[in-house]
Antibody
Framework: QVQLVESGGGVVQPGRSLRLSCAAS????????MHWVRQAPGKGLEWVAV????????YYADSVKGRFTISRDNSKNTLYLQMDSLRAEDTAVYYC??????????????WGQGTLVTVSS | DIQMTQSPSSLSASVGDRVTITCRAS??????LNWYQQKPGKAPKVLIY???SLQSGVPSRFSGSGSGSEFTLTITSLQPEDFATYYC??????????FGPGTKVDIK
């Protein structure tokens, strides 16, 4: 079955960096675009970034553009999120999610369990 | 960017009730609209995609409708396991694929 497992979260000081990983199994990772979505404590869902199946295309939310970098290693079935210049407002649970598409209709059909990032001095 | 709103922000209902949640987009998004359910401490789960298509494995008491800029999620007979927060999400054209602010459904 499809499994997505995030790791790399923790407590980090403002201005520092952190790299999240999302290990995928149970499907052909190299054929799916993958997303990061975050959720601040007690708040709603915020889309963060997406990378195409081959790494050729990537998009970011304005709130993280220029500070976060999404990447993937299809040989390791792993998605990454490099987070630099972290701010208190980046504190959230970070989920990776698989993009499924039926024609032009996109949905996030599988999600990981999330990893908590806390930015605090 | 496309902005999403949901109403109500919360509601109280009883088991067996019919529940309707509305989602509005700041511009027309055709039928590029998904609905997710999230329970506390868990990842979201997709219920409806393309505005009205039921995700595999989701009970038929969930249904979606709408197109353009106004959409509805309906739960025909609320079950105990349905108490959760529901989010809409637009996936029109290119990212960002924004979510609505959520609607919390709790027990009356």
């Amino acid at each position: 079955q499809v499994q997505l497992v995030e790791s790399g979260g923790g407590v980090v000081q403002p201005g520092r960096s952190l790299r999240l990983s999302c290990a995928a199994s149970g499907f052909t990772f190299s054929t799916y675009a993958m997303h990061w979505v975050r959720q601040a404590p007690g708040k709603g869902l915020e889309w963060v970034a997406v990378m195409s199946y081959d790494g050729g295309n990537k998009y970011y939310a304005d709130s993280v553009k220029g500070r976060f970098t999404i990447s993937r290693d299809n040989s390791k079935n792993t998605l990454y999120l490099q987070m630099d210049s972290l701010r208190a407002e980046d504190t959230a649970v970070y989920y990776c999610a698989r993009r499924e598409a039926v024609g032009p209709n996109v949905r996030f059909d599988n999600w990981g369990q999330g990893t908590l990032v806390t930015v605090s001095s | 960017d496309i902005q999403m709103t949901q109403s109500p922000s919360s509601l109280s209902a009883s088991v067996g009730d019919r529940v309707t949640i509305t989602c509005r987009a700041s511009q027309s998004i055709s039928s590029y609209l998904n609905w997710y359910q999230q329970k506390p401490g868990k990842a979201p789960k997709v219920l409806i995609y393309a505005a009205s298509s039921l995700q595999s494995g989701v009970p038929s008491r969930f249904s979606g409708s709408g197109s353009g800029s106004e959409f509805t999620l309906t739960i025909t007979s609320l079950q105990p396991e349905d108490f959760a927060t529901y989010y809409c999400q637009q996936t029109y054209m290119t990212p960002p694929f924004t979510f609505g602010p959520g609607t919390k459904v709790d027990i009356k």
